[in-house]
């Protein structure tokens, strides 16, 4: 799959989430995560953030810290990874990635929205 297609497909992402996309591209970005997991998962994760930025817009949390450990930590712990290491060597990979990355991402999906918004903060601070 080259990046660049990628690029395209996760720039139009948050369109897709929101339903705003025409047919044709709607079309497009569906058939492409159908056999792209790593957008498969990015649209996991935006999905997941969607609906995070939206219930911190109504409660106005503070962002965790180390939030990102803490979502790596959940995706590689034995605890998630067992039941799903014989999908992943199995014939669906791409569905599996996007399960495991859907999970990690379901349980601190608010959470990692704030972290995203967080890091760029920091990034900012830092030049
Ligand atoms: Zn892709």
Not at 108 to 115: I, M
């Amino acid at each position: 799959m080259s990046e660049r297609v990628c690029q395209e497909v996760q720039a139009q992402l948050p369109a897709y989430v929101d339903r705003s996309l025409s047919r044709l591209r709607r079309k497009l970005v569906a058939l492409h995560l159908r056999r792209c997991a790593v957008c498969q998962a990015a649209f996991s994760v935006q999905r997941d953030l969607r609906a995070g930025l939206a219930s911190l817009a109504a409660q106005g949390e503070a962002p965790p810290d180390g939030l990102l450990e803490s979502l790596l930590a959940q995706s590689s712990s034995p605890r998630g990874a067992a039941p799903l290491r014989g999908a992943v060597s199995g014939a669906r990979p791409a569905l599996s990635v996007a399960l495991l990355v859907a999970g990690a991402a379901a349980g601190a999906g608010a959470g990692y929205a704030s972290w995203l918004s967080a890091k760029n903060v920091r990034r900012r601070l830092r030049r």
